[in-house]
């Protein structure tokens, strides 16, 4: 069963990245509305993450860890069970195998909870605690008794450039949730979670930018759209700054790339690129996910209508604002 976890850990536990992945998708799953994510040395000494959710019941918690384990039942084959798909009930199994986790957890509000300790997959302790109702999972030491896959760790500013990759994705895709993010004492992102997209915008890539956003809005039979896109004279010199999220989930598709910078065409100097947030929300069926699952990619089975209608839409705007 060890030797099973720590091969399978392979799959789901690539980097510290993974690992924060894994355990914000569970808070977000749990129905928290505040999540704090605090690590350390880019994540390969310790990564914790708290939540305010539903918390797991006291005999819930060792069976949590098991391979398949899991409290969720899959509907269906909408685009972002596919995503996830084999890692189901795997991910906690995959984490504890392959460093230390302490889990501290309530399900209520009396203020006792549980304590569980588990190292290189072994149940160390299991024990009442004074708990607030949520959940926090630290993970340190990952891949301690893996060597060969920790002596692929890159620095600590490449696994902390990861880290904040995805917090920054998962804090615009969802504007309703209150995220932190620290690191080794320094406060690298905290947003509010009282929905307003433009307050993570500015936490993210600063008041300035937050300031050239113009709000978008457009809507036709199949699409609707919302979001912010900055006005010309605000560029950047890559594309890291263009998020595009379907369905309430942040994508990858260069189709919507390509079609929102055609927007911006005769508007911007060569190799120069906007700050663009579109959140789009369509039918599950217009989604193809079968693309590249762990890339984000997308792709549309209705592009020749959708690439247009974002592109007229972004031109509207902006032609409004040049004028
Ligand atoms: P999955 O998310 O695919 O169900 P995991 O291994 O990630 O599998 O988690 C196993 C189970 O542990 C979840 O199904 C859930 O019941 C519980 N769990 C994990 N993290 C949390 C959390 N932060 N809050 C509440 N329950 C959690
Ligand atoms: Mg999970």
């Known amino acids: 069963e060890h030797i099973a976890n720590q091969i399978a850990a392979g799959e789901v536990v690539e980097r ?42 006291p005999d819930d918690c060792e069976a949590a860890f098991y391979r398949h384990a899991t409290s969720k039942i899959q509907h269906g084959r909408d685009l972002f069970n596919i995503t996830s798909l084999g890692f189901r009930g795997e991910a906690l199994a995959s984490i504890a195998a392959v460093s230390k986790v302490t889990l501290t957890t309530s399900s209520n509000d009396d203020g006792l909870g549980r304590k569980l300790i588990i190292e290189g997959g072994k149940l160390i302790t299991n024990e009442d605690t004074a708990a607030s109702r949520g959940t926090s999972f630290i993970v340190r030491e990952l891949f301690y008794n893996t060597p060969a896959r920790l002596k692929y760790m890159k620095t600590i500013q490449t696994e902390l450039g990861h ?22 004492e320094n406060t690298l992102l905290q947003t509010i979670g009282n929905g ?6 500015a936490a993210i890539y ?73 959140s789009l929300t369509m039918h599950p069926s217009i989604v193809d996910v ?34």
Request: cysteine-free; hydrophobic content about 40%.
């Open 16 to 57: 510290p990245a993974s690992v924060v992945k894994e355990l914000v998708e569970n808070a977000i799953d749990a129905g928290s509305t505040k999540v704090e994510v605090v690590i350390e040395e880019g994540g390969l000494q310790s990564i914790r993450v708290s939540d305010n959710g539903s918390g797991i019941e």
């Open 163 to 184: 880290i904040s990759d995805y917090i920054y994705r998962i804090a615009l895709s969802h504007p309703n949730i209150g995220i932190i993010l620290r690191h080794n």
């Open 196 to 201: 307003d997209l433009l307050q993570v915008v």
């Open 206 to 278: 600063g008041t300035q930018a937050a300031k050239a956003m113009i709000p978008i809005q457009a809507e036709d039979l199949d699409f609707s759209m919302q979001g912010f896109v900055s006005l010309p004279e605000w560029t950047r010199s890559n594309r890291n700054g263009i998020s595009t999220i379907v369905n309430g989930r942040y994508i990858r598709s260069n189709g919507l790339n390509h079609a929102l910078l055609r927007a911006y065409h005769t508007l911007l100097p060569i190799n120069r690129y906007p700050l663009v947030i579109l």
């Open 290 to 323: 079968n693309v590249h699952p762990a890339k984000l990619e997308v792709r549309f089975s209705k592009e020749s209508e959708l690439y247009p209608f974002v592109e007229q839409a972004i031109h509207a705007v902006l032609r409004q604002e040049v004028l």
